[in-house]
């Protein structure tokens, strides 16, 4: 299965960038143990002092990163996240009877409907350079989520290794935007922002060439 994905990668990148610039790429693939990546829910509405922003870990991930150190803007990402494995994180106070609560609504038909959408994707499109060391990247590529697919651009950081290489950032993506509705409870008095920030730090190792 990994090797398909490396060579659905390669193809992706060779109908944008020229035979010469591939021999300088390298393929890294994704450590899940390694790698963070959490979802921060917001409260809003009148009462939101009432409720809790909610930490949500991605639990099972797996991608893979073709880096073009010759020239970054020919690189391409390509991410997957089992939307079954994401974790409400354990919150002081948060009761453990609660915590449960919003974990069985997050997984189920009213927000993520992870029957119906078990898997989170992200397949980068276009890779810009904005610093002059070539570690400030802007990262523009095609989200699904709950059976939607929308473009997305976000700044991140890479740090390049011999044999790995870290990218740490963050992005903010609307639920609505995703046909997601907000829970809400209270008429509205108490409910979750539409807004949901999506950190990452993930660490992928060298595998070829």
Do not use: C, W
């Not at 909610?54 to 150190?69: P, Q, T």
């Not at 119906?116 to 890779?127: C, K």
């Not at 810009?128 to 060391?133: C, D, I, P, R």
């Not at 697919?149 to 044999?163: A, G, Q, S, V």
Request: a positive charge; aromatic letters at 4%; zero cysteines.
């Amino acid at each position: 299965m990994r090797l398909t994905y490396i060579s659905s990668l390669i193809t992706a990148l060779m109908a944008s960038a020229s035979l010469a610039q591939l021999p300088s790429h390298t393929i890294y693939s994704i450590n899940a143990s390694q790698s963070r990546i959490e979802l921060l829910v917001f409260r809003g509405g009148i009462l939101r002092t009432l409720g809790h922003d909610h930490a949500i870990a991605a639990k099972k991930i797996s991608g893979e990163i073709l880096y073009n150190s010759g020239n970054i803007e020919n690189s391409a990402v390509h991410l997957r996240i089992d939307a079954r494995a994401l974790t409400v994180l354990s919150d002081p106070d948060l009761s453990e009877k609660d915590r449960n609560e919003v974990q069985a609504t997050m997984q189920g038909a009213k927000v993520l409907n992870i029957q119906a959408f078990p898997q989170i994707e992200f397949h980068s499109t276009r890779v810009k350079n904005v610093g002059n060391t070539g570690e400030d990247l802007t990262l523009t590529g095609r989200l699904i989520l709950h059976g939607v697919e929308k473009e997305i651009t976000f700044p991140l950081r890479i740090h390049p290794d011999k044999n790995s290489l870290r990218a740490t950032g963050a992005v903010f993506v609307s639920q609505g935007d995703f046909g997601i509705t907000p829970i809400k409870g209270g008429l509205g008095a108490v409910r979750v922002k539409n807004e949901v920030k999506i950190s990452f730090d993930i660490l992928a190792e060298k595998v070829a060439p």
